[in-house]
């Protein structure tokens, strides 16, 4: 059986001791990157890429590295930040940054091992506390329909909130009433207007605008 490969990347050598104790512990998981800082990182990636990084959040530079390495070099590679508090501003450069996954470090092994697996199988994962500071932060600006000098409608507006919030589509159509098959067309419709071609090239934008507009 193929193993997710994983990396992890933090100062606290006990705390990274445990957490590379508990992954390779796993029948589907091992660690190929141990680091303690962002230059280790970026020196081993240069031999070996795991298809995971865990990062201590406060290497926000890193993940900014890690991020531009992600859609250049290396397009599957998926980060997963992790910290010690849930601060607000931290968790807002985070997600700015492209990092969708959030993990407290004293959140549970089994927390951590689910969170693995979500992230492998494609999908982000963000708790509670953080998903709502990131709700908060993305309605505070309303999006404007000639934003950029392009048109969208209402409901593509809220559409592309809503993707960049983390929702599915099924979750968007619960909120504007609308069916998945409806929401999925509006989906297009921006990929369209917006040029882009991907969910990812569609929540960069999205994010753009959306901070672009809170800094005027």
């Known amino acids: 059986m193929k193993k997710i490969q994983v990396g992890i990347v ?7 001791n445990e957490i590379v104790d508990l992954l390779n512990s796993q029948s589907d998981i091992v660690v190929n990157v141990v680091a303690d800082n962002e230059l280790q990182l970026l020196l081993q990636l240069e031999k070996v890429t795991p298809e995971i990084i865990l990062i201590d959040l406060a290497m926000l530079k890193a993940a900014d590295i890690l991020v531009e390495l992600w859609s250049k070099q290396y397009p599957d590679l998926k980060i997963i930040a992790l910290s010690e508090f849930d601060y607000e501003k931290n968790i ?9 996954s959030f ?13 693995i697996r979500i992230v492998y199988g494609g999908g982000a994962y ?3 506390f953080a998903m709502q500071i990131i709700r908060n932060q993305l309605t505070k600006e309303t999006l404007n329909v000639n934003m950029l000098g392009i048109e969208l409608s209402e409901a593509e507006g809220q559409v592309l909130k809503y993707v960049c919030d983390g929702l599915s589509s099924t ?7 609308k069916s998945h098959r409806t929401v999925e067309k509006y989906r297009e419709e921006l990929y369209r207007k917006l040029n882009v071609t991907s969910k990812k090239e569609l929540i960069e934008v999205g994010l753009n605008i959306i901070y672009d507009r809170s800094k005027k």
């Open 10 to 16: 933090d100062d606290h050598q006990k705390y990274r």
């Open 92 to 100: 807002i450069e985070m997600y700015k940054a492209g990092v969708k």
């Open 103 to 115: 993990l407290r470090k004293d959140d549970s092994p089994n927390d951590m091992l689910r969170v």
């Open 126 to 128: 963000l708790t509670d």
């Open 171 to 177: 979750d968007i159509g619960d909120r504007i009433n």
